[in-house]
């Protein structure tokens, strides 16, 4: 049983190890291939291709068989571009631990999507806004408050 720390980590450092379990049936122990695929083969094939199964021969981690799953239409440029690919995938490594890519047709996992950007807060309701936020001495609290104020006023009621 693993000793509990009280105190916060970041997310990035223990993803991980939070997804290892998962990720690990699927023949990623290596997680970060996952976690950094953009960083590895670039954010152009990022949007193109996504790791599905890294499989590995009987006893070793090299030499193994990496699947992708491509968008239409990037499946055959994928494979026209596979040295290019394989060569950051096994910079990525540092040894040559993928010889093969095996390409599958179909969508990608969903990208997240970005933050919505609220419009500006229009003069007299930023001003009733200031007035109520005046009484309140800490201004981190305050800019706190002004930031969710305006997210609350600026909000589409319909969503």
């Given at each position: ?14 993803i ?7 990720l ?27 790791p ?24 055959l ?24 890519l095996?390409f ?8 997240a ?47």
């Open positions: 049983m693993e000793k509990r720390r009280g105190y916060m980590r970041a997310l990035a450092g223990e991980a190890k939070v997804a290892a379990p998962a690990g049936k699927r023949g990623f122990a290596a997680a970060q291939l996952v976690t950094q695929w953009e960083s590895v083969v670039g954010a152009e094939w990022a949007r193109k291709l996504g599905e199964r890294l499989d590995f021969p009987h006893g070793t981690r090299a030499g193994g068989t990496l699947r992708l799953r491509a968008t239409s239409g990037a499946a440029e994928a494979q026209h571009s596979s040295p290019l690919l394989l060569e950051r995938i096994n910079g990525f490594f540092g040894y040559r631990a993928v010889d093969r095996v599958t047709q179909g969508p990608l996992l969903p990208e999507r970005p933050a919505r950007v609220p419009a500006p807060l229009p003069a007299d309701d930023r001003a009733a806004l200031d007035r109520r936020l005046g009484p309140i001495e800490d201004p981190g609290l305050r800019e706190a408050l002004r930031r969710l104020g305006e997210a609350v006023m600026t909000a589409d009621p319909g969503k």
